[in-house]
């Protein structure tokens, strides 16, 4: 088995050492320029990082990108010799799943050792799905002399099997001296071989593209949503670029019909009861203006559709959220705007984005007609963040719906609701809230009753390296602090006395990737709340990443010149930018709770460790059966999947995946269908003799995307429930005695 004895080290080694034969001058990278205003030297160290990745990683990782067989290509490679690791023995995981280590040391592999182990693997039927590899450190202990240590993560299955074999670790490369980067000793520093076999955990259901991609730039799929627009319980996708409703009638079967009249094509919408009248109706951003689409019973919009009038124009809409923020009944509409950094305006500073279009607060007089309140509520001081998720949700017990803001290049606001919509800052409750902010979840994580809040961000390899090696220009502390802080990655943040802090295990569900959409579900029905993590920002021709360009230069330079301007000077004028990639080839991660005490990631293990760029992510019960399955949205253009050198050229589409699992011992569940107008909010208590579960109903929590109104619990062996209890905003409550696990149950 791959597992077993070295072999897995071995095989990763080689991987490692596969661009290393005939590698290419340094003077002939190609250059990474740093800011002219910066002081000569202050990159140098991480210029010569990425010139030996260029000359080292980036070859490697293309060609095995490229083949068809990688182990095959592999098996012809020379290579140099290696210090293979020492194995410890093998211990059962959860899920079926087998874990090996590997320590520092071992024996030193020969090259025909080497080749000998990679044709094995091929005999045995193995075949490499996916690699992604990632410079970690670079240092100069003495003049002269370098060294690296490479991050990877490498996929592969056995054909035939039911095998899935995933390998994460480091390993340490020695440069030897001279006018070429060729690696000397090189070392595994450490390695985690996992294995699972058996049935699958999550089925694809169906693949469903969008518009055609017209193969110069990255096309989504515009709006998300998952509603029940007829109220038989099973939910309908809407797709706003396409503008088609997707009917579900039961056994994953769905037809598509028109979404909204007019051939509108939704950029963003979000369903509900905003004129009173008990009818979903639909709020749809479409050629830069915000319409409102009266609803009919049967779920149709047949219009004609009203517009909304704005107090700043829609450039660049990506969330709309709505709650009773007034308390008077009807539903208030927050709508945010993100804007472009290349192309447009670099903000600074870097962390503290308040330059964007313009995010609004619309209050409602109950008949869909909307005001601007934005100033009169107290949210003008940070109206203008450039924002990509936000929500109204109650965080501090006191049935009035605050707001959570999550926005790029400055992170998570936090805003207090006095319950007649007047707001006021409370980011200072939050631990640390800067990051990347893409989108976020509410769940329970911890399982002690209160509400936490994960929000996903980008984590950046390169921004860690250059923290590690002091790469310091000195006329910007600011930005140099802040640097590693806005690159650490995903934030979690638990309720706590006061506020919301960050766990011990944070590490845990921070470095994903560059994340984009996430959603919280309970996977298994275990009682502990799961989180799957989209990722890929630009899968390229190349592996060749733009990151070091944006650390070095990009965040120096911001608010300098125009947006245009240094597109049309810097960026345009980067060797190789077309074909170039930044934080691509990225795997989607499914995150598992530990008990409320961490994470575990095992997405490729169990069949979700999709590698196209993804953007968002619905988690749904879409066929009743008590196991909450997933929607995910790709990018079309450039999305990075494995052996398809026209990927290029594909669409954007969703893929449909089936919960199957089959847990050794059978959990039970219970969910709550939430019925008329107040819903967004809405927060579900159960409780059994041993403990109490919570959810809580949200939009706007990923952007242009919209979760149904059904709450789902997962209840562990727990064979009963004494309560349950729908707390609306506002404070009235609906309980049902005793309820039936396994079944949904209505409240209104």
Request: hydrophobic share 40%; aromatic share 8%; proline share 5%.
């Amino acid at each position: 088995m791959l597992g077993n004895g070295p072999r897995g080290a071995a095989l990763l080694l080689a991987l490692a050492l596969a661009g290393c034969e005939k590698a290419p001058p340094v003077a002939s990278a190609p250059p990474v320029p740093t800011a002219p205003t910066l002081e000569a030297g202050s990159f140098a160290l991480e210029l010569n990082a990425r010139q030996a990745e260029e000359a080292f990683i980036v070859p490697a990782w293309d060609r095995l990108n490229a083949a068809e067989q990688p182990l095959a290509v592999l098996a012809e490679i020379p290579l140099e010799t290696f210090q293979m690791g020492v194995a410890q023995g093998e211990r059962a995981a959860d899920y079926g799943i087998t874990l090996q280590d590997f320590r520092e040391g071992g024996e030193l592999a020969s090259p025909a050792r080497i080749r000998e182990l990679l044709e094995g693997f091929v005999r045995e039927g193995y075949a490499i799905r996916h690699t992604d590899w990632h410079q970690e450190a670079f240092e100069e202990p003495q003049p002269g002399v370098y060294r690296s240590l490479i991050g990877f993560r490498l996929h592969a299955e056995r054909a035939g099997q039911q095998e899935r074999v995933r390998l994460l670790g480091q390993v340490a490369v020695n440069w030897l001296p001279g006018e070429t980067w060729r690696a000397g000793r090189i070392a595994l520093r450490k390695l985690e071989v996992a294995r699972r076999g058996g049935a699958r955990a999550f089925e694809q259901r169906f693949s469903i593209n969008g518009p055609a991609s017209d193969g110069a730039g990255r096309t989504a799929i515009g709006a998300l949503a998952v509603v029940d627009l007829d109220g038989d319980g099973l939910p309908e996708i809407l797709v706003g670029d396409a503008n088609t409703l997707y009917r579900n009638r039961g056994g994953w079967k769905f037809e598509p019909e028109p979404l909204l009249p007019e051939g509108q094509s939704a950029g963003v919408l979000l369903a509900g009861d905003f004129d009173g009248d008990a009818v979903t109706d639909v709020l749809a951003v479409a050629g830069g203006k915000l319409w409102f689409f009266h609803g009919e019973t049967d779920g149709h919009f047949p219009g004609p559709g009203e517009v909304v009038p704005l107090p700043v124009p829609l450039v660049a809409a990506t969330c709309l959220t709505a709650g009773d923020v007034d308390g008077d009944g009807d539903l208030d509409v927050f709508l945010g705007q993100w804007r472009q950094p290349m192309g447009d305006q670099m903000p600074a500073p870097f962390w503290d984005a308040n330059d964007g279009h313009g995010n609004m607060l619309l209050v409602n007089d109950g008949h869909a007609h909307f005001a601007d309140a934005t100033t009169a509520a107290g949210l003008a001081a940070k109206a203008h963040r450039r924002t990509y998720s936000a929500s109204f949700v109650d965080l501090d017990g006191d049935h009035a719906l605050d707001l959570m803001v999550v926005s790029d290049f400055a992170g998570t606001d936090l805003f207090r609701n006095d319950g007649h919509g007047h707001f006021t800052d409370a980011t200072a409750r939050l631990d640390e809230p800067h990051t990347f902010g893409m989108s976020h979840a509410l769940a329970d994580f911890d399982g002690d009753g209160r509400l936490d809040l994960f929000v996903a961000g980008m984590g950046s390899t390169t921004a860690r390296r250059l923290q590690r090696m002091g790469a310091d220009p000195r006329d910007f502390p600011e930005h140099n602090r802040m640097r590693e802080v806005m690159g650490y990655g995903n934030r979690m943040y638990l309720a706590s006395e006061g506020g919301f802090r960050q766990p011990a295990f944070k590490d845990e569900v921070a470095r994903t990737g560059w994340s984009w959409g996430c959603a919280s579900f309970d996977f298994e029905n275990d009682g502990d709340r799961d989180l799957y993590v989209a990722n890929g920002h630009i899968s390229g021709r190349t592996t060749r990443d733009y990151c070091t360009h944006f650390w070095t230069k990009d965040i120096y330079l911001a608010g300098q010149m125009p947006g245009r301007d240094f597109t049309k000077a810097v960026i345009k004028n980067l060797p190789g930018i077309d074909d170039m990639s930044w934080d691509g080839f990225q795997a989607n991660r499914l995150l598992l709770n530990r008990d409320g005490k961490g994470f575990d990631e095992l997405g490729y293990l169990l069949d979700v460790g999709f590698t196209a760029d993804c953007r968002q992510v619905v988690a749904a019960d879409f066929d009743r059966d008590g196991r909450c399955d997933l929607l995910i949205s790709r990018i079309g253009g450039t999305n990075g999947m494995l052996h398809h050198p026209g990927a290029r050229n594909a669409p954007p589409g969703l893929i449909g995946l089936r919960n199957v699992w089959e847990p050794a011992r059978a959990n039970h569940w219970i969910g709550v269908d939430l019925q008329g107008t107040n819903i967004f909010g809405a927060r579900l208590t159960v409780e059994t003799d041993d403990r109490t579960f919570i959810a809580c109903h949200v939009s706007g929590d990923s952007p242009a995307t919209q979760h149904p109104a059904t709450l789902h619990l997962g209840l562990g062996l727990r064979e009963k429930v004494r309560r349950l209890t729908v707390t609306w905003p506002g404070g009235r409550i609906t309980a049902i005695e005793n309820p039936a696990v396994d079944r949904y149950h209505g409240a209104r």
